[in-house]
């Protein structure tokens, strides 16, 4: 399982990092709503992508 990217930066061990998202992840249920994540477009926007 790879982590999202740049939670290496808070969680500076790999092994940790993806323990710790495959925790979060495990049972959960991912919904696809057909639309862009505002969330994800808002970040891009500050960092000036």
Same mark, same amino acid.
């Not at 399982?1 to 993806?18: S, Y």
């Given at each position: 399982?790879?982590?999202?990217?740049?939670?290496?930066? @808070?969680? !500076?061990?790999?092994?940790?990092? $993806?323990a710790?998202?495959?925790?979060?992840?495990?049972?959960?249920?991912?919904?696809? @709503?057909? !639309?862009d994540?505002?969330?994800? $477009?808002?970040?891009?926007?500050?960092?000036g992508?």
């Open positions: 399982m790879r982590a999202p990217d740049g939670w290496t930066k @808070t969680f !500076t061990d790999p092994r940790l990092c $993806a710790i998202v495959d925790r979060l992840t495990f049972g959960g249920n991912i919904i696809e @709503t057909g !639309t994540s505002y969330r994800l $477009a808002h970040t891009k926007a500050a960092q992508q």
